[in-house]
């Protein structure tokens, strides 16, 4: 028991002798994310007729910038053939003028969902 708190105590003081004696300040890097979700649930037979266009353009280093954009697409309903379309431009311009700045992180996550519904073929 007595190991564990030595241990202990000296991992503590480590990590608090660290933050001390680092020689750059930290700083965030910059972050360009979209996340999206595109669906269609319907009685059509065919294939979602679908495009989801994301550019990412980062120039020079970058510090503590965000941009980041959402949406979602979707059809309920109908037996024709469905049509999505989503075109998402981000920029990041110009540099930190400083050595803190770094690569633009950059995040896409945008899943394509089809679920075919025969309850819309169904005549009353």
Do not use: K
Request: glycine letters at 10%; proline letters at 3%; charged letters at 15%.
């Amino acid at each position: 028991m007595n190991l564990n708190r030595l241990t202990f105590g000296l991992l503590s003081l480590i990590g608090f002798l660290s933050v001390f004696s680092a020689p750059r300040s930290v700083s965030a890097q910059c972050v360009q994310a979209d996340v999206s979700v595109q669906y269609n649930i319907s009685g059509s037979r065919q294939p979602t007729d679908r495009t989801n266009d994301v550019d990412f353009d980062s120039q020079g280093n970058c510090q503590g910038n965000v941009s980041v954009t959402t949406g979602v697409q979707g059809n309920e309903g109908g037996t024709g053939r469905v049509r999505q379309r989503r075109v998402v431009r981000h920029r990041f311009t110009g540099n930190s003028h400083n050595d803190l700045g770094g690569s633009t992180i950059q995040i896409q996550s945008n899943p394509a969902i089809d679920v075919y519904n025969p309850a819309d073929r169904l005549e009353y």
